[in-house]
């Protein structure tokens, strides 16, 4: 059974930084790319990020891209994404999502529950 | 960047009726790399539709996509009182970014 276990959240200002990270088992986890996705309350789902099976490949939204740096180690079968300068903005529930192939362009077949980040003084 | 406009914005139909929902790009979508995806309150999103057409792993078969270039299609040909949730499509074959609709609310009339 694929699952996927977010963590790393919580409340932070504006300024600080978190790192998430997911966790991966039920599936090679080196075989596929791997997204962060969130959703703000009450919102839409947004992409956030990207990266391909082999870090080979990386993307990111234009409203995080310098700020966020996402990364994966395939022997401990995690993701993460490391969130500077965060923002009121960003405070949504972050998605780890599975790709259904190795590289950027996929959709994604398996979501985790999400963990809240909140950023608020 | 792909933007995807979705409607209508709400849907409201009664069990056992069709849902017809839209999906239009602002420019033509790759290999037809258009995702469904349904959303119920308190659950993450699950895949529903890939490639445009192809049912994903245990989706029902009143389940259909449709489509290609701009123009996209979710239909479920009889709706089940779980089938009432919030559907968002999405697009992959413009990387980066993968761009989400704003989504359609279905809801029970």
Wanted: proline share 5%.
């Amino acid at each position: 059974e694929v699952q996927l276990v977010e963590s790393g959240g919580g409340l932070v200002q504006p300024g600080r930084s978190l790192r998430l990270s997911c966790a991966a088992s039920g599936f090679t986890f080196d075989d596929y790319a791997m997204h962060w996705v969130r959703q703000a309350p009450g919102k839409g789902l947004e992409w956030v990020s990207g990266i391909s099976w082999n870090s080979g490949s990386i993307g990111y939204a234009d409203s995080v891209k310098g700020r966020f740096t996402i990364s994966r180690d395939n022997a401990k079968n995690s993701l993460y994404l490391q969130m500077n300068s965060l923002r009121a903005e960003d405070t949504a529930l972050y998605y780890c999502a599975k790709g259904d192939a190795p590289l950027l362009i996929s959709g994604y077949d398996y979501w985790g529950q999400g963990t809240l980040v909140t950023v608020s003084s | 960047e792909i933007v995807l406009t979705q409607s209508p914005g709400t849907l409201s139909l009664s069990p056992g009726e069709r849902a017809t929902l839209s999906c239009r790009a602002s420019q033509s979508v790759s290999s037809s790399y258009l995702a469904w995806y349904q959303q119920k309150p308190g659950q993450a999103p699950r895949l529903l539709i890939y490639g445009a057409s192809s049912r994903a792993t245990g989706i029902p078969d009143r389940f259909s996509g449709s489509g290609s270039g701009t123009d996209f299609t979710l239909t479920i040909s009889r709706l089940e009182p779980e089938d009432f949730a919030v559907y968002y499509c999405q697009q992959y074959g413009s990387s980066p970014p993968n761009t989400f609709g704003q989504g359609t609310k279905l809801e029970i009339k």
